[in-house]
Protein backbone atom coordinates (compact mmCIF):
# COMPACT_ATOMS: atom_id res chain seq x y z
CA UNK A 1 0.00 0.00 0.00
CA UNK A 2 2.79 2.09 0.51
CA UNK A 3 4.84 1.64 -2.10
CA UNK A 4 1.30 2.72 -3.94
CA UNK A 5 1.57 6.07 -2.01
CA UNK A 6 5.69 6.25 -2.98
CA UNK A 7 4.55 6.00 -6.82
CA UNK A 8 1.73 8.61 -7.12
CA UNK A 9 4.22 10.53 -4.69
CA UNK A 10 7.09 10.30 -7.49
CA UNK A 11 4.67 10.18 -10.64
CA UNK A 12 3.48 14.07 -9.08
CA UNK A 13 7.10 15.09 -8.77
CA UNK A 14 7.97 14.09 -12.33
CA UNK A 15 5.00 15.99 -14.03
CA UNK A 16 5.62 18.75 -12.00
CA UNK A 17 9.20 18.82 -13.21
CA UNK A 18 7.72 18.93 -16.74
CA UNK A 19 6.36 22.95 -15.97
CA UNK A 20 10.22 23.67 -16.03
CA UNK A 21 10.40 25.17 -12.74
CA UNK A 22 13.38 27.32 -11.19
CA UNK A 23 15.46 24.78 -9.33
CA UNK A 24 14.77 25.72 -6.09
CA UNK A 25 10.63 25.62 -6.51
CA UNK A 26 11.32 22.14 -6.82
CA UNK A 27 13.59 21.34 -4.55
CA UNK A 28 11.06 22.94 -2.03
CA UNK A 29 8.46 20.51 -3.52
CA UNK A 30 10.75 17.74 -3.17
CA UNK A 31 11.58 18.64 0.48
CA UNK A 32 7.59 18.99 1.29
CA UNK A 33 7.04 15.48 -0.50
CA UNK A 34 10.06 13.62 1.63
CA UNK A 35 8.74 15.74 4.85
CA UNK A 36 5.07 13.88 4.74
CA UNK A 37 6.83 10.66 4.06
CA UNK A 38 8.98 11.32 7.26
CA UNK A 39 5.84 12.01 8.88
CA UNK A 40 3.78 9.18 8.22
CA UNK A 41 6.36 6.67 8.62
CA UNK A 42 8.24 8.03 11.54
CA UNK A 43 5.60 10.18 13.70
CA UNK A 44 2.83 8.28 15.32
CA UNK A 45 -0.80 9.42 15.09
CA UNK A 46 -1.37 10.20 18.87
CA UNK A 47 1.77 12.77 18.58
CA UNK A 48 0.36 14.16 15.79
CA UNK A 49 -3.14 14.74 17.39
CA UNK A 50 -1.50 15.90 20.75
CA UNK A 51 0.74 18.78 18.67
CA UNK A 52 -2.38 19.75 16.93
CA UNK A 53 -4.72 19.73 20.02
CA UNK A 54 -2.10 21.77 22.19
CA UNK A 55 -0.80 23.99 19.51
CA UNK A 56 -4.40 25.02 18.73
CA UNK A 57 -5.39 25.65 21.95
CA UNK A 58 -2.33 28.84 21.88
CA UNK A 59 -3.24 29.64 18.59
CA UNK A 60 -6.86 29.76 19.59
CA UNK A 61 -6.03 31.87 23.01
CA UNK A 62 -3.97 34.04 21.18
CA UNK A 63 -6.45 35.01 18.61
CA UNK A 64 -8.89 35.63 21.27
CA UNK A 65 -6.25 38.30 22.64
CA UNK A 66 -5.80 39.91 19.40
CA UNK A 67 -9.30 40.19 19.07
CA UNK A 68 -10.05 41.66 22.29
CA UNK A 69 -7.33 44.26 22.85
CA UNK A 70 -7.56 45.00 18.66
CA UNK A 71 -3.82 44.72 17.77
CA UNK A 72 -0.89 42.17 17.78
CA UNK A 73 0.40 41.41 21.56
CA UNK A 74 4.08 41.99 20.76
CA UNK A 75 5.01 38.39 19.98
CA UNK A 76 6.99 38.86 16.65
CA UNK A 77 9.51 36.64 17.59
CA UNK A 78 7.01 33.95 17.46
CA UNK A 79 5.85 34.66 14.22
CA UNK A 80 2.91 36.75 15.42
CA UNK A 81 2.55 39.54 12.09
CA UNK A 82 2.19 43.55 12.94
CA UNK A 83 -1.81 44.12 13.23
CA UNK A 84 -2.87 47.41 13.54
CA UNK A 85 -7.23 47.54 12.36
CA UNK A 86 -6.65 50.51 10.80
CA UNK A 87 -4.25 49.23 8.37
CA UNK A 88 -5.93 48.54 5.14
CA UNK A 89 -3.43 45.62 4.43
CA UNK A 90 -4.92 43.46 7.83
CA UNK A 91 -7.99 41.51 7.13
CA UNK A 92 -11.13 43.08 9.44
CA UNK A 93 -15.05 42.29 8.86
CA UNK A 94 -17.31 44.94 8.69
CA UNK A 95 -20.10 45.21 10.80
CA UNK A 96 -23.03 48.11 11.11
CA UNK A 97 -20.38 50.13 9.18
CA UNK A 98 -17.35 49.16 12.08
CA UNK A 99 -14.38 47.56 11.24
CA UNK A 100 -13.79 44.33 13.61
CA UNK A 101 -10.16 42.90 13.50
CA UNK A 102 -10.03 39.39 12.83
CA UNK A 103 -7.98 36.71 14.69
CA UNK A 104 -4.88 36.24 13.23
CA UNK A 105 -2.59 34.10 15.67
CA UNK A 106 0.90 33.35 14.45
CA UNK A 107 -0.52 32.96 10.71
CA UNK A 108 -0.27 35.40 8.03
CA UNK A 109 -3.84 35.78 7.16
CA UNK A 110 -6.83 34.35 9.69
CA UNK A 111 -8.04 31.77 7.07
CA UNK A 112 -4.97 30.10 7.20
CA UNK A 113 -5.33 30.38 11.39
CA UNK A 114 -8.84 28.97 11.00
CA UNK A 115 -7.75 26.24 8.51
CA UNK A 116 -5.03 24.96 11.45
CA UNK A 117 -8.15 25.51 14.16
CA UNK A 118 -10.04 23.43 12.28
CA UNK A 119 -7.40 20.11 12.04
CA UNK A 120 -6.83 21.26 15.92
CA UNK A 121 -10.45 20.77 16.63
CA UNK A 122 -10.84 17.23 14.77
CA UNK A 123 -7.72 16.39 16.83
CA UNK A 124 -9.81 17.59 19.98
CA UNK A 125 -12.71 14.98 18.77
CA UNK A 126 -10.79 12.32 18.01
CA UNK A 127 -9.11 12.51 21.60
CA UNK A 128 -12.61 13.09 22.99
CA UNK A 129 -13.77 9.91 21.27
CA UNK A 130 -10.73 8.16 22.11
CA UNK A 131 -10.03 8.55 25.60
CA UNK A 132 -11.74 7.15 28.67
CA UNK A 133 -12.27 10.46 30.25
CA UNK A 134 -13.53 12.57 27.75
CA UNK A 135 -14.46 15.91 30.26
CA UNK A 136 -10.75 16.34 30.29
CA UNK A 137 -11.04 17.57 26.49
CA UNK A 138 -14.20 20.29 27.29
CA UNK A 139 -12.24 23.14 27.70
CA UNK A 140 -10.13 22.45 24.71
CA UNK A 141 -13.11 22.24 22.34
CA UNK A 142 -14.60 25.20 23.64
CA UNK A 143 -11.55 27.59 23.20
CA UNK A 144 -10.63 26.60 19.63
CA UNK A 145 -14.50 26.75 18.86
CA UNK A 146 -13.88 30.33 19.79
CA UNK A 147 -11.02 30.79 18.13
CA UNK A 148 -12.39 29.72 15.05
CA UNK A 149 -14.97 31.87 15.37
CA UNK A 150 -13.06 35.33 15.58
CA UNK A 151 -11.22 34.05 12.65
CA UNK A 152 -14.45 35.30 10.47
CA UNK A 153 -13.37 32.82 8.17
CA UNK A 154 -16.62 31.97 6.16
CA UNK A 155 -14.38 29.05 4.50
CA UNK A 156 -13.11 28.02 7.92
CA UNK A 157 -16.50 27.45 9.25
CA UNK A 158 -17.41 25.28 6.26
CA UNK A 159 -14.84 23.14 6.44
CA UNK A 160 -15.35 22.68 10.33
CA UNK A 161 -18.70 21.74 9.54
CA UNK A 162 -17.25 18.93 7.21
CA UNK A 163 -14.84 17.85 9.27
CA UNK A 164 -16.83 17.29 12.64
CA UNK A 165 -19.75 15.95 10.25
CA UNK A 166 -17.31 13.08 8.96
CA UNK A 167 -15.86 12.20 12.41
CA UNK A 168 -19.28 12.07 13.77
CA UNK A 169 -20.75 9.42 11.28
CA UNK A 170 -17.43 7.56 11.26
CA UNK A 171 -17.77 7.54 15.38
CA UNK A 172 -21.71 6.47 15.54
CA UNK A 173 -20.78 2.77 14.69
CA UNK A 174 -17.82 2.36 16.60
CA UNK A 175 -19.00 4.44 20.07
CA UNK A 176 -22.73 5.33 19.70
CA UNK A 177 -22.85 6.51 23.21
CA UNK A 178 -19.56 8.63 22.75
CA UNK A 179 -20.48 10.43 20.12
CA UNK A 180 -23.60 11.54 21.21
CA UNK A 181 -21.63 13.10 24.24
CA UNK A 182 -19.77 15.02 21.29
CA UNK A 183 -22.98 16.15 19.22
CA UNK A 184 -23.79 17.62 22.79
CA UNK A 185 -20.34 18.89 23.94
CA UNK A 186 -20.96 21.19 20.35
CA UNK A 187 -24.30 21.86 20.83
CA UNK A 188 -23.65 23.20 24.59
CA UNK A 189 -20.50 25.42 22.64
CA UNK A 190 -21.87 26.90 20.11
CA UNK A 191 -25.58 27.96 21.99
CA UNK A 192 -22.94 30.05 24.40
CA UNK A 193 -20.49 30.93 21.59
CA UNK A 194 -23.49 32.53 19.07
CA UNK A 195 -25.35 34.62 20.96
CA UNK A 196 -22.46 36.28 22.29
CA UNK A 197 -20.67 36.92 18.58
CA UNK A 198 -24.60 36.74 16.68
CA UNK A 199 -23.88 40.37 15.99
CA UNK A 200 -20.59 39.76 14.63
CA UNK A 201 -21.43 36.03 12.93
CA UNK A 202 -24.33 36.51 11.04
CA UNK A 203 -23.96 39.47 9.44
CA UNK A 204 -20.61 37.52 7.89
CA UNK A 205 -22.55 35.36 6.32
CA UNK A 206 -24.11 37.13 4.50
CA UNK A 207 -22.55 37.19 1.07
CA UNK A 208 -23.50 39.84 -2.00
CA UNK A 209 -22.01 39.90 -5.60
CA UNK A 210 -20.30 43.08 -4.40
CA UNK A 211 -18.68 41.51 -1.52
CA UNK A 212 -15.11 42.31 -1.63
CA UNK A 213 -14.17 38.67 -1.06
CA UNK A 214 -16.23 37.74 -4.57
CA UNK A 215 -14.73 40.51 -6.58
CA UNK A 216 -11.54 39.57 -5.19
CA UNK A 217 -11.55 36.04 -6.16
CA UNK A 218 -13.66 36.58 -9.70
CA UNK A 219 -10.73 38.76 -10.74
CA UNK A 220 -7.83 36.26 -9.88
CA UNK A 221 -9.96 33.77 -11.18
CA UNK A 222 -10.20 35.72 -14.86
CA UNK A 223 -6.54 36.29 -14.71
CA UNK A 224 -5.61 33.08 -13.55
CA UNK A 225 -7.56 31.49 -16.77
CA UNK A 226 -6.16 33.68 -19.25
CA UNK A 227 -2.17 32.65 -17.82
CA UNK A 228 -3.82 28.95 -18.14
CA UNK A 229 -4.98 29.31 -21.98
CA UNK A 230 -1.49 30.16 -22.72
CA UNK A 231 0.27 26.98 -20.85
CA UNK A 232 -2.84 24.08 -20.62
CA UNK A 233 -0.59 21.23 -20.56
CA UNK A 234 2.39 21.72 -18.33
CA UNK A 235 1.88 25.38 -16.94
CA UNK A 236 3.51 28.28 -16.70
CA UNK A 237 6.37 26.55 -13.79
CA UNK A 238 6.21 25.68 -10.54
CA UNK A 239 6.59 28.51 -7.72
CA UNK A 240 5.02 27.04 -4.76
CA UNK A 241 4.60 31.08 -3.71
CA UNK A 242 1.92 34.02 -4.06
CA UNK A 243 1.05 35.42 -7.19
CA UNK A 244 1.07 39.12 -7.34
CA UNK A 245 -2.59 38.48 -8.87
CA UNK A 246 -3.58 35.04 -7.38
CA UNK A 247 -6.16 32.99 -8.18
CA UNK A 248 -7.97 32.23 -4.56
CA UNK A 249 -8.17 28.69 -5.55
CA UNK A 250 -6.20 25.87 -4.70
CA UNK A 251 -6.80 23.76 -8.06
CA UNK A 252 -6.41 26.91 -10.14
CA UNK A 253 -3.37 27.59 -8.76
CA UNK A 254 -1.94 24.25 -9.44
CA UNK A 255 -3.22 24.07 -12.62
CA UNK A 256 -1.75 27.31 -13.68
CA UNK A 257 1.81 26.57 -12.36
CA UNK A 258 2.07 23.06 -13.50
CA UNK A 259 -0.54 22.50 -16.18
CA UNK A 260 -3.31 19.71 -16.57
CA UNK A 261 -1.07 16.97 -16.52
CA UNK A 262 0.24 18.13 -13.44
CA UNK A 263 -3.25 18.81 -11.83
CA UNK A 264 -4.04 14.81 -12.76
CA UNK A 265 -0.97 13.64 -11.22
CA UNK A 266 -1.48 16.28 -8.09
CA UNK A 267 -5.09 14.91 -7.45
CA UNK A 268 -4.03 11.09 -8.21
CA UNK A 269 -2.15 11.82 -5.38
CA UNK A 270 -3.94 13.49 -2.69
CA UNK A 271 -7.01 11.33 -3.73
CA UNK A 272 -5.47 7.96 -3.68
CA UNK A 273 -3.85 9.72 0.37
CA UNK A 274 -7.75 10.08 1.04
CA UNK A 275 -9.09 6.56 0.20
CA UNK A 276 -6.37 5.12 2.49
CA UNK A 277 -8.12 7.08 5.02
CA UNK A 278 -11.64 6.27 4.31
CA UNK A 279 -10.71 2.18 4.14
CA UNK A 280 -8.58 1.99 6.80
CA UNK A 281 -8.48 0.21 9.86
CA UNK A 282 -7.74 3.07 12.53
CA UNK A 283 -9.99 6.07 13.55
CA UNK A 284 -6.92 8.08 13.54
CA UNK A 285 -6.76 7.89 9.81
CA UNK A 286 -10.41 7.52 9.53
CA UNK A 287 -10.04 11.20 11.58
CA UNK A 288 -6.78 12.42 8.58
CA UNK A 289 -8.88 11.88 6.15
CA UNK A 290 -11.92 13.93 7.31
CA UNK A 291 -9.25 16.89 7.65
CA UNK A 292 -8.00 16.33 4.64
CA UNK A 293 -11.73 16.54 2.82
CA UNK A 294 -11.62 19.56 5.11
CA UNK A 295 -8.81 21.54 3.47
CA UNK A 296 -9.64 20.41 -0.23
CA UNK A 297 -12.99 22.30 0.53
CA UNK A 298 -11.18 25.25 1.64
CA UNK A 299 -9.03 25.17 -1.51
CA UNK A 300 -11.71 25.72 -3.41
CA UNK A 301 -11.62 28.99 -2.86
CA UNK A 302 -8.05 29.89 -1.40
CA UNK A 303 -4.68 29.50 -2.75
CA UNK A 304 -2.98 28.97 0.89
CA UNK A 305 -2.23 25.70 0.36
CA UNK A 306 -0.11 25.76 -2.35
CA UNK A 307 1.41 29.10 -2.04
CA UNK A 308 2.06 29.69 1.46
CA UNK A 309 4.32 27.79 3.93
CA UNK A 310 2.02 27.32 6.75
CA UNK A 311 -0.64 26.05 4.32
CA UNK A 312 1.58 23.52 2.64
CA UNK A 313 2.98 22.46 5.87
CA UNK A 314 -1.00 21.47 6.61
CA UNK A 315 -1.53 19.89 3.88
CA UNK A 316 1.35 17.53 3.59
CA UNK A 317 0.89 16.81 6.82
CA UNK A 318 -2.13 15.06 6.59
CA UNK A 319 -1.28 13.88 2.70
CA UNK A 320 1.57 12.16 4.98
CA UNK A 321 0.30 11.01 7.78
CA UNK A 322 -2.37 9.02 5.11
CA UNK A 323 -0.45 7.76 2.71
CA UNK A 324 2.83 6.45 4.10
CA UNK A 325 1.64 5.80 7.88
CA UNK A 326 1.53 2.00 8.65
CA UNK A 327 -2.83 0.76 8.72
CA UNK A 328 -2.31 -2.08 11.54
CA UNK A 329 -3.60 -2.16 14.89
CA UNK A 330 -2.08 0.29 17.61
CA UNK A 331 -3.33 2.50 20.10
CA UNK A 332 -4.34 5.34 18.48
Partial sequence: MRRRSSFFAALFFICATLSFPAPYPLFKLGAWIALALCA???????????????????????????????????????????????????????????????????????????????????????????????????????????????????????????????????????????????????????????PIFSWGVFPRLSVGARDYA??????????????????????????????PDPAHSLYLTVLDEIGIVGLIAFLLFVFYALLRGIYAKLAGLRTFAAMLVALLAMGVIDHFLWTLRPGIAMLFLVIGMLAFSCDIPSHS
Avoid at 112 to 126: G, N, P, R, S
Avoid at 163 to 174: N, V
Avoid at 214 to 220: A, D, F, K, M
Fill in 214 to 243: ITERVSGYKAALLRIGTHPAFGGGLTLRMA
Fill in 40 to 194: GRYISQGIVFGLLAFFGLLEALLGFFQFASHRSLGLGFLGEPVLDPMNGAVARTFVSGGRLMRAYGTFPHPNILAAFLVLALAAWAHLFLAHRRPILFLPGIFIVLLGLILTFSRSGWVAACIAIFLILIDARTRVSARTGELILVFALSLFVLL
